[in-house]
């Protein structure tokens, strides 16, 4: 079953209300190689030009794990 297959290789589900917080949590959440999947309506389109804001403003490189 594709789906059960599918939640048994997530590692985390991380539910947010809004997409305010968005960008620096999927900096601080995600690592290299993972997928990230927003879903939304509105807004939801501007998370990844914020992504890319936030992370150019970053003192610190991030470190992958």
């Known amino acids: 079953d594709l789906p059960?297959?599918?939640l048994g290789?997530?590692?985390?589900?991380?539910?947010l209300v809004?997409?305010?917080d968005m960008?620096?949590?999927?900096?601080?959440?995600?690592h290299d190689g993972d997928i990230v999947l927003t879903m939304g309506a509105?807004?939801?389109g501007q998370v990844p030009g914020k992504l890319a804001e936030?992370?150019?403003?970053m003192s610190e490189p991030l470190q992958f794990n």
């Open 54 to 57: 936030v992370r150019m403003n």
């Open 23 to 30: 960008p620096r949590t999927i900096l601080q959440i995600a």
């Open 9 to 15: 290789l997530a590692r985390k589900l991380i539910f």
């Open 18 to 20: 809004g997409s305010a």
């Open 42 to 44: 509105g807004s939801i």
């Open 4 to 6: 059960r297959h599918a």
